[in-house]
Nanobody, 122 residues
Framework: VQLQASGGGLVQAGGSLRLSCAASGRTIDLGAMGWFRQAPGKGRELVAAINWSGSSTNYADSVKGRFTISRDHVKHTMYLQMDSLKPEDTAVYYC????????????????WGQGTLVTVSS
């Protein structure tokens, strides 16, 4: 499975961006998926996760109420709608996928995409 993240960019505080993660290859192995981010000088953190069916989601406290994760099985694509962006959301965002159908809240994902940079100016 290959994952391709896109949609990053420069936005002012309070603005919105939508990230996409397109999967290709052996997509039948795709299960739960997640978005991570890594800010300069910090570790990688899980931002949002979604199970295989899309019926269950999980968010980091710092983004609850502002970010929404979703997925489209027909397009083999996962999304992260980011609203009310803050400067502290600035980071490289990565998408990841697991072979597990249940939600994965740790870092044990099987497939990783390249990052897409999100910069939020104050």
């Amino acid at each position: 499975v290959q994952l391709q993240a896109s949609g990053g960019g420069l936005v002012q505080a309070g603005g919105s961006l939508r990230l996409s993660c397109a999967a290709s290859g052996r997509t039948i192995d795709l299960g739960a998926m997640g978005w991570f981010r890594q800010a300069p000088g910090k570790g990688r953190e899980l931002v949002a996760a979604i199970n295989w069916s899309g019926s269950s989601t999980n968010y980091a406290d710092s983004v609850k109420g502002r970010f929404t994760i979703s997925r489209d099985h027909v397009k083999h694509t996962m999304y992260l709608q980011m609203d009310s962006l803050k400067p502290e959301d600035t980071a490289v965002y990565y998408c990841a996928a697991s072979q597990s159908v249940t939600i994965v809240t740790g870092q044990r994902y099987d497939y990783w995409g390249q990052g897409t940079l999100v910069t939020v100016s104050s």
